[in-house]
């Protein structure tokens, strides 16, 4: 079945490192996956995304990279800023489903001024 | 424009009361999911509308739960008989069609309700 192993659960990093979460899935008919993020007691936006047609991504301090043969992903974030503290979820399309996302147990990632 | 909006933002009930929560997507959204957040876990899939077709209910735990969408509008999430584990956050998104070219258009989320079964 579909599945999204996320890692880790909790990150915690100085002001101005990098940050590193990685995904790996199980479901190789998956060609889509977003990141969200979740700041408190917020609701859930999107950062960025990647399609299987493509092997990275990058948006200013973002970027996710793709490896299809060994089924992960990943969300870099770079120079981090205090702001940047919130809940991380990666996600899959199930099965190549145009509309159905399976979603990782998220990553708390907290960045010390 | 105005973004996904969800009532109530907040709602406690007694074990075995049924409940409504309301999402209203997106104008022109054509696509409305539900999905379950419990605390320290990822969004679960709840319930799919696109358009006119069928729904993807596959997501709803149990036969407690039931979702409409009227007018290809507005959606009720509709929990019946509610028990402590109903607790948690429900959250709905909208997104326009994916297609075969684009699956999986960026979904939108509301605010969420947080629903407290005590």
């Known amino acids: 079945g579909e599945n999204v192993e996320q890692h880790p659960s909790t990150l915690s990093v100085q002001e101005g490192d990098s940050a590193v979460i990685k995904c790996t899935y199980s479901d190789s008919a998956s060609n889509y996956f977003p990141w969200y993020k979740q700041e408190l007691g917020k609701r859930p936006q999107l950062i960025i995304d990647i399609r299987s047609n493509v092997g990275e991504k990058k948006d200013q301090r973002i970027a996710v990279t793709l490896n299809k043969t060994a089924k992960h992903f990943s969300l870099h974030i770079t120079e981090t800023q205090p702001e940047d503290s919130a809940v991380y979820f990666c996600?899959?399309?199930?099965?190549?489903?145009?509309?159905?996302?399976?979603f990782g147990k998220g990553t708390l990632l907290t960045v010390n001024p | 424009g105005a973004g996904v909006s969800q009532s109530p933002s907040n709602k406690v009930t007694e074990k075995g009361k049924d409940v409504e929560l309301r999402c209203d997507p997106i104008s022109g959204h054509t696509a409305l999911y539900w999905y379950r957040q419990s605390l320290g876990q990822g969004l679960e899939f709840l319930i799919y509308?696109?358009?006119?077709?069928?729904?993807?209910k596959s997501g709803l735990p149990s036969d407690r739960f039931s979702a409409e969408r009227t007018g290809g509008s507005v959606s009720t999430l509709t929990i019946q008989r509610t028990q402590q584990e109903d607790s948690a956050v429900y959250l709905c998104?909208?997104?326009?069609?994916?297609?075969?070219?684009?699956?999986?258009?960026?979904?939108?989320f509301g605010p969420g309700t947080r629903l407290t079964v005590l």
């Open positions: 509308f696109q358009g006119n077709s069928a729904p993807d």
């Open positions: 998104a909208s997104s326009r069609p994916g297609t075969s070219g684009r699956p999986v258009d960026t979904q939108y």
């Open positions: 996600a899959q399309n199930s099965g190549g489903s145009n509309y159905k996302l399976t």
